[in-house]
């Protein structure tokens, strides 16, 4: 364990206390993640008011704060002051094994020095922390900085609007205008001669909020005052050939309503998840790269290229997204806190906080899947970690019998026989009942239809249309891409070996090659056994034993755990657009700060998750943008990633975030590039030849860069953030 | 490796994506568009139409640019200055003509090679990429893949771009477009970015030198031995490294650069990057004087590009006509008539050289066949293309004086005939680039350098090594020099147009170190004055967006500023004078106020012009606080060597006063002071530039004393008072100089006895000699001789000297040379200046208590006697830490003058009491004579 306190110096310098977790030592874990923490503590003390006095280490060596590290307590400790008195009479042994860290506040003056170096990594690095004009010193995230970085991003989006814009922007322009002029009861049925495309098929809320954004008083508005021209709220036809392309008004109408309205809602939920996860958990540390977080969330280019060139409004959904897991994380910080000090009876009020901001996350989560069923995937984690959190309350039991009474028990630990667990109908009932009014809710006005069911059955077909194939034409970078990459080189193979292999051989693979396409239904079981086991299941325990155990940190994990299953639903998924990969990279990107491990997890998850998304944009008008967006962005996370886990091991080697693999696969991934955008098409597409041959070949790449992602995230959550809390 | 190149690598990204994304929007002139008031009126004025032919045009800068690719790829050159001038003729100088050409031929080439484009073989890959799509098709499907272009118009649409008469009258497709604006920005990235990469990596290390850099070589361990300076140090180098990316965030994002480089389309960062990288050459030490060669090599090339850098022109004539008489590093000879001349023969050889290579081709090339071949008509109609004289003062509304006077209670151009209007305007040009070429000619020459260590006794007792400091102030003067001879050009010049702010505004988007407000309120208005410009581009919305881009990065760089260094504080304070808090604020006001009006009225109908018109009057008024602003800062930089300069050099003197006589320059004086208070606020720097405002103010506190004596220049009646206050050691001496043992002295004669000190005469002569400042002219130019003094680069200057040791002003010339010599002489024989520059005073000393106190006490009493390893002890040290250094040289001389003073003090007691033995035995010996001699007389008598 490890404290770091520095009393007043002078009139103009704060105390200081950083306190610090580290996991304990058993080799098993030995990662040296922890490094990072003592890093990101460096870092706190570097942008608190303690730096005019010179850099860490010179403070560190011209004795002005004490920095102490034990692995043991240490002897002296009958001078310090009580707090580590009391530790040290009865609990000793439990400090010690949990390795939960001590602030102590020495008097001013009384330093403790000890060398302590874990074996094979250093405590304090060599080198001065890089300062630099990002990083350090809005470390602390100021509103007023936020607000200049939005406004540097809104600036940016808002020059992109006479860039690219697919069809997603007519689907957008027409669900607009059918919300607009359409009765309610044919939203769903507006399909005029069976030929359109531009179809409503996203959940009731989305279509309500078209809906509102075609009639409200800010629109009339326009129309009256002829900015608007009525033109752009009426339907499209059915084949665009012959249509004028929509006016410069109307372009800027419809970004508008994703910079102004979409991203408002992502940089709130950017915002509120941040300062969620600078108050999340025992160690201040995270605050030091609180700005990093908010910066490279609103700033990720592939909510840039999708929502404000390709046109979508994902910011939106995934700020409600951000919006329910920082309040889970505030919910989950508020219990951490009631629990460790381990007195249930006074932290009543905590509990009513922290049941205030279950339920309100519970809420959001119910309202973006009734805008978007993507999310979907996500519903079972939430499911079974409130169901184990939420729904369970700890009862301190005087006699037995409310034990065997109770349904189901938990007996947590030798150390709390006194602290039962108990389900809880009162607070299953709330949670139910406000999860099930915020998905439903959208739902009624089309249920009090003529038809219903007719209703809900057509809702039901535009929201699942199995019919659309395995994987989108362009193949998202997943598990199938795999599978069907493997299976054409397999029939190509096969169609081009001469008859070596005897024909009942042959005549087998012919049966099975190519491979099938899994119906449906095996996809969803498979999408299900990929998410139990770990996700889910874990879910459950962890949220269950976070009420009576001191956990490491059960916002951490929750957040893991999103990572995981929206990485495993794109993985398995079916008919899964590259898009999706942003559930993913999104909440990882609230994590990418706490360690080294997790920092390069993020750093190749967006490499080539952000990879699969750039052939979107096909233009050659927007190949240089696109490519510098990717560049620049990644240059800039590597670099801020690299600073915040700066270490050095000693001499001139120092421990790097980015490795030798990392910068292979983005030669490589370069090589893509240029080939899909440069060569294929000044010397394939003129004869036609290979026609989808770069796309295969990006999506094949990144598939296996995104498969080891994966793998790497769940490693991560069970042992980056379950284990710790397992013991 | 350090991840700083990462940052970097980002933060030049995003400077290119700024460009892409402002590329999306309409260049000048797209579909014909002239602007929303004007539809059928013919194009507006630009500086590319040639009067006469108002009628049948296209479009805007960018059709002219696409005409000029076409004419120069497929005409002969001979016709380029001659083809069809009424449709937007060539009217560029020659470079801008070949750059045309190079890329009209790449696009040419890949256009007419695709029709019979089969493999790969093309040299061109990248570029055909670019047309290799054609145009999205109408997909109809909802999968937008279905649109992926299989278009083969792409790279044959790039040959029509560049067709000859074909693609006239707006040949507009966006794989054109498309080339047009890679061509702007792949020229744009190879000079401009290059440039301003050169000139950040080293204004920002300059920051790191003065403020203590740590990145050079000194180990932290040795910078700890002085406590004082360890946090100064330590947390204004890693301020130093947050500087670079902020600077180049601030020079690379100007909106006003990128919005008409890459909305309006010219190729105006061509010419700026070469001028850039052309004052990054000149102002480099180079005592064989080639750097400078190859800077004006750049510099006529960027002259070649656009006929505009001629603002510049003057600022960079003034500065390497006075590098010819710079006395440069290890070059002991002095100047000589000679050396200048070759000098300032090379350069204009080189020029010359280089516009006959550029030229030669228009003379070749014969319009009607001579005998000699030679064609001079083809260089005058280039001149005449590039200079039409005809075309009127000003074009359009511009922000200068001629259109501001022009409105009708002024109404200039109804009162001086128009034949007068182009000698007035060169007259008032003349008169405002004047003073900017004077100080950058003795900027130029070496004689005004900016001594940074001239700040008080902070620079002797740093800790730093001092290092050739002010090895930058060549070129932030030569900076400052060019944006107020360009801002004068801009101001009262003939036939200017908007678009000249970007000329001023290239040189001070570099200054962010020197004066970061003043660079932001002039980024901001400079864009700002572009607006009418940009309305009639469309291009208000990149115009607001990059706006407001800019304002919060300078935004966020302030509060960064404001959370990391305690020094704002004292800088806020120092700044704090209230006409300079107001006056930007003022002027925001007034912008916003403008752009409210503009938006919400619309001008009245017998005013159409109203807003163009005011744009222009405040413009003016803006643009006139900005050149007094850069003049001041000129000024400020050098003002407290201009006296020194007076001294030194009698000559300079006579000059000063005749150019003063010059009426315009007192006025200009007069309105200078007058402003100069209310410009200093937002020259000063905001951010963490302390060690500047230190230097500012010592240096104002000096100009104020100097001005006190005319005529002796900074021998002023305070430094005579200082100068007489007598020296430690002299005091000693005077002490001394009373008799220790006063035994005797009972009759007059034995006053003899004691000691006189002759060296407190100078203490009691008031002689005339000194305090006219005569005995030092000669002692300073003993001290230049021997190299001391003079020496440009490491700022020793006399004024510095005399500050710290004013008693310099009254000790006999062979006295301090001498002490001199033995300084230069001290750490282990080096002929180095290292011991005075770090402390000046030593010089007071007499050479014989210093030769005492290095060779005999400090090793004596330090080093166990051994005199070398103490010279050497002493000159590590001075590597290390000269604090230190001084410390132990000071405290050697000190003591050895104790110990000197009081053995001698000793020594005289024993020969004051060997005298007065001696007296009182002479005198016991006088009276026993006498009493022999009565004795004797009585025993005479007796005997």
Redesign the interface.
Same mark, same amino acid.
């Given at each position: 364990m490890i404290y770091f306190s520095m009393g007043p110096l002078g009139a #103009?310098s704060e105390e200081l206390h950083i306190q610090l977790t580290l996991p304990p030592m058993k080799p098993r874990f030995r990662d040296f993640s922890y490094i990072s923490d003592i890093n990101s503590c460096l870092y706190r003390i570097k +942008?608190s008011?303690w =730096?005019? @006095?010179?850099?860490v #280490?010179?403070l560190l060596t011209r004795g002005i704060c004490g920095v102490g590290a034990f692995e043991e307590a240490p002897a002296r400790r009958s001078a310090t002051p009580q707090g580590l008195e009391a530790r040290s009479n009865g609990e000793k042994s439990r400090a010690d094994d949990d390795g939960t860290a001590q602030m102590v506040k020495l008097d001013d003056g009384e330093m403790m020095m000890t060398n302590w170096r874990p074996a094979g990594g250093p405590v304090v690095s060599n080198t001065?922390i *890089?300062?630099? @004009? @990002?990083l350090? +010193?809005?470390s602390s995230l +100021?509103p007023? +900085?936020a607000l %200049?970085?939005f /406004? &540097?991003l809104t600036?940016?989006k $808002? /020059? %992109?609007?006479?860039?690219?814009r697919?069809?997603?922007f007519d689907?957008h322009r027409n669900w607009l205008a059918l919300t607009r002029h359409v009765d309610l009861s044919n939203w769903y049925f507006d399909d005029i001669n069976g030929t359109t495309?531009?179809t409503l098929d996203y959940p009731p809320l989305f279509a309500f909020f078209e809906y509102a954004l075609g009639n409200n008083p800010v629109t009339s508005r326009m129309l009256d005052n002829g900015w608007l021209d009525e033109r752009c709220l009426e339907s499209l036809p059915d084949? !665009?050939?012959n249509d004028p392309p929509p006016s410069d008004e109307c372009v800027k109408f419809q970004r508008g309503t994703v910079i102004f309205v979409g991203d408002v809602i992502f940089f709130v939920g950017s915002y509120l998840a941040t300062k969620a996860m600078s108050t999340l958990g025992e160690d201040g540390c995270e605050r030091a790269s609180s700005y990093f977080t908010f910066v490279s969330l609103v700033s990720n280019p592939g909510l840039i290229m999708l929502d404000h060139v390709?046109f979508q409004y994902n910011g939106m959904l995934l700020g409600v997204l951000l919006i329910s897991i920082s309040c889970m994380v505030r919910g989950a910080a508020e219990a951490s806190s009631s629990s460790s000090s381990s007195s249930s009876s006074s932290s009543s009020l905590q509990t009513t906080d922290r049941r205030r901001w279950e339920l309100l996350s519970a809420a959001t989560f119910a309202g973006l899947l009734a805008m978007k069923h993507l999310y979907l995937t996500l519903a079972p984690l939430y499911l079974f970690y409130l169901l184990g959190r939420h729904c369970f309350v700890v009862v301190t039991v005087e006699d037995t019998r409310d034990v065997n009474n109770s349904n189901d028990n938990y007996k947590s630990d030798e150390r709390t026989t006194s602290e039962l667990l108990r389900f809880s109908w009162s607070r299953l009932l709330p949670l139910a009942g406000v999860s099930l009014l915020c998905f439903s809710g959208p739902f009624v006005p089309f249920l009090i239809q003529l038809n219903p069911g007719g209703q809900m059955r057509q809702i039901l077909k535009r929201l699942f249309p199995f019919g659309r194939g395995l994987v989108h034409?362009?193949w998202a970078a997943n598990v199938w891409a795999l599978y069907l990459f493997v299976s054409k080189i397999a029939t190509l193979v096969l169609r081009k070996a001469p008859m070596i292999m005897s024909g009942s051989i042959r005549g087998c693979l012919e049966y099975v090659i190519p491979f099938p396409e899994p119906p449906p239904r095996l996809i969803a079981l498979l999408l299900l056994i990929g998410l139990w086991p770990s996700g889910i299941n874990m879910a459950w325990k962890v949220g269950r034993w976070s009420l009576t155990k001191p956990l490491c940190n059960p916002g951490k994990f929750f957040i893991h755990a999103t990572v995981f299953c929206s990485m495993s639903s794109f993985m398995l998924g079916y008919h899964v657009h590259e898009k999706a990969i942003m559930t993913a990279i999104v909440p990882m990107t609230l994590l990418a700060s706490n360690t080294r491990h997790m920092a390069r997890l993020f750093i190749r998850t967006c490499m080539f998750g952000l990879f699969g998304i750039l052939p !979107?944009l096909?233009? =050659?008008?927007e190949?240089? @943008?696109k490519a510098? %967006?990717y560049?620049? $962005?990644m240059?800039?996370v &590597?670099?801020a990633l690299?600073?915040i886990h !700066?270490d050095n091991v000693g001499g001139n080697r120092?421990r790097?975030v980015l490795t030798t693999v990392d910068i292979a696969s983005f030669v490589i991934l370069a090589c893509a590039l240029i080939f899909m #955008? &440069?060569?294929h098409? %000044?010397?394939f *597409?003129?004869s036609?030849m290979l026609?989808f041959l770069p796309?295969l070949i990006t999506s094949v790449v990144c598939a296996v860069g995104l498969v080891w992602c994966w793998l790497e995230s769940y490693r991560l959550m069970i042992f980056g953030s379950v284990r710790i809390a397992w013991r | 490796m350090s991840p700083l190149p990462l940052l970097h690598a980002s933060i030049i990204s995003f400077a290119i994506l700024l460009r892409i994304m402002v590329g999306y929007h309409p260049h000048s002139g797209q579909d014909d568009y002239q602007g929303p008031t004007r539809q059928d009126s013919p194009p507006r004025d630009d500086p590319s139409s040639s009067s006469a032919s108002r009628v049948g045009k296209y479009g805007g800068d960018y059709e002219a640019q696409r005409h000029w690719m076409e004419i120069t790829t497929h005409l002969p050159m001979s016709e380029w200055y001659y083809h069809d001038l009424e449709y937007w003729g060539l009217d560029y100088p020659p470079l801008t003509a070949y750059h045309g050409r190079l890329f009209g031929w790449i696009a040419h080439a890949a256009g007419s090679s695709y029709g019979s484009f089969v493999g790969g073989n093309d040299d061109d890959a990248s570029m055909r990429a670019r047309g290799g799509r054609g145009e999205e098709e109408c997909g109809g499907g909802g999968l937008n893949h279905a649109c992926r272009a299989s278009g083969n118009g792409g790279l044959a649409s790039l040959g029509d771009l560049v067709a000859l008469h074909t693609s006239r009258w707006g040949y507009e497709d966006t794989v054109g477009k498309m080339y047009m604006r890679f061509t702007v920005l792949i020229s744009d990235v190879l000079v401009y970015f290059t440039a301003v990469w050169v000139l950040v990596s080293r204004l920002a290390s300059e920051e790191a030198y003065e403020d203590g850099g740590m990145e050079e070589g000194v180990p932290p361990d040795e910078r700890r031995d002085d406590d004082a300076n360890v946090r100064t140090s330590s947390s204004s180098s890693t301020r130093v490294m947050g500087r670079r990316p902020h600077l180049l965030l601030v020079a690379l994002c100007q909106p006003a650069i990128v919005l008409i480089d890459h909305g309006h389309f010219q190729y105006n960062t061509v010419s700026l990057g070469l001028a850039l990288w052309s004052f990054h050459y000149m102002t480099l030490a180079d005592p064989s004087f080639v750097r400078p060669i190859v800077g004006s090599v750049f510099f006529a090339l960027a002259l070649n590009f656009k006929q505009m850098e001629l603002y510049h022109a003057p600022a960079v004539f003034a500065y390497l006509l006075g590098r010819c008489f710079r006395h440069d590093d290890g070059d002991r000879r002095g100047i000589t008539l000679g050396r200048t001349l070759a000098r300032f023969s090379a350069l204009g050889m080189t020029v010359a050289l280089t516009f006959a290579t550029l030229w030669l081709p228009f003379a070749m090339y014969p319009g009607n066949d001579d005998a000699t071949g030679f064609n001079v008509d083809g260089l005058v109609q280039v001149l005449t293309r590039l200079f039409p004289f005809q075309r009127g003062i000003f074009e359009g509304k511009v922000a200068n004086i001629w259109c501001a006077m022009s409105v009708r209670p002024f109404s200039i151009r109804d009162r001086i005939p128009p034949t007068l209007l182009p000698l007035a305007a060169l007259v008032m040009t003349l008169a405002l680039i004047s003073p900017p070429c004077w100080i950058l000619f003795r900027v130029g020459r070496g004689d005004l350098l900016d001594p940074s260590g001239a700040d008080d006794e902070m620079s002797s007792r740093s800790s730093q090594p001092r290092r050739p400091k002010g090895r930058n102030d060549d070129i932030i003067a030569l900076l400052w020099g060019s944006a107020s001879t360009s801002l004068a050009f801009f101001l009262a010049s003939y036939q200017v147009h908007e678009k000249g702010i970007l000329i001023p505004l290239a040189p001070i988007s570099m200054l962010m170190v020197d004066a970061p407000r003043f660079v932001v309120y002039f980024s901001v208005v400079a864009t700002w004055s572009l607006w009418p410009l940009l309305v009639i581009d469309r291009l208000t919305d990149a115009y607001v967006c990059c706006l407001l881009i800019f304002l919060c990065i300078d935004g966020m760089a302030r509060i960064e500023a404001s959370e990391s260094s305690s020094y704002e504080k004292e800088v806020d304070i120092f700044s704090d004078v209230y006409i300079t808090r107001y006056a930007p604020t003022f002027s925001w006001i007034l912008i916003i106020l403008l752009h409210l009006l503009d938006l919400m009225f619309s001008p009245p109908h017998n005013l159409p012009d109203l807003f163009p018109v005011l744009w222009s009057l405040v413009g003016c008024g803006l643009f006139c606080v900005a050149y007094l602003g850069t003049l001041w800062a000129m000024v400020k930089r050098t003002s407290s060597n201009k006296c020194q300069g007076k001294i030194q050099q009698p000559r300079a003197k006579r000059k000063i006063s005749s150019t003063s006589s010059i009426p315009v320059m007192s006025i200009l004086g007069v309105l200078l002071v007058s402003c100069s208070r209310e410009i200093e606020g937002f020259l000063s720097p905001s951010t963490c530039c302390q060690k500047n405002i230190r230097i500012v103010s010592h240096h104002i506190k000096l100009r104020e004393s100097s001005t006190r004596h005319d005529i002796d220049g900074f021998i002023t009646q305070d430094l005579v008072n200082r100068a007489l206050r007598p020296l430690e050691w002299e005091r000693r001496n005077a002490r001394e100089a009373e008799p220790v043992l006063n035994l005797s002295a009972r009759d007059s004669d034995t006053s003899s006895l004691a000691v006189r000190a002759d060296e407190v005469k100078y203490l009691m002569k008031d002689d005339t000699n000194w305090t006219s400042g005569h005995l030092w002219q000669v002692t300073e130019q003993h001290l230049t001789d021997m190299g001391i003094l003079s020496r440009s680069e490491t700022t020793l200057s006399p004024v510095h000297v005399l500050t710290i040791a004013p008693q310099l002003l009254r000790m006999p010339t062979s006295q301090v040379v001498d002490a001199a010599r033995l300084l230069m002489s001290y750490p282990c024989g080096a002929n180095s200046t290292a011991v005075i520059e770090g402390d000046p005073s030593l010089l007071t000393y007499l050479a014989d208590d210093l030769q005492y106190g290095l060779e005999e006490y400090l090793p004596n009493m330090m080093f166990l006697g051994n005199r070398t390893h103490a010279a050497q002890m002493i000159q590590t040290q001075l590597k290390l830490s000269p604090a230190f250094a001084l410390r132990l040289i000071k405290m050697g001389v000190d003591g050895g003058l104790e110990e000197r003073s009081v053995s001698r003090a000793l020594g005289n007691a024993g020969k004051a009491s060997g005298k007065a033995v001696e007296g009182v035995v002479g005198e016991m010996g006088r009276s026993l004579m006498e009493w022999k001699r009565k004795k004797g007389g009585k025993g005479s008598l007796g005997g």
């Open positions: #103009d +942008s008011s =730096a005019k @006095f010179g850099t #280490d010179e001065p *890089v300062n630099t @004009f @990002f350090t +010193s809005p +100021s007023k +900085s %200049l970085t /406004l &540097i600036c940016v $808002w /020059l %992109l609007v006479p860039s690219y697919s069809t997603d689907v495309v531009h084949s !665009l050939c390709h034409d362009y !979107l096909f233009r =050659a008008e190949l240089l @943008f510098t %967006l560049i620049g $962005w240059c800039g &590597i670099f690299e600073t !700066l120092r790097t #955008d &440069i060569v098409p %000044l010397i *597409v003129p036609g026609e796309l | -």
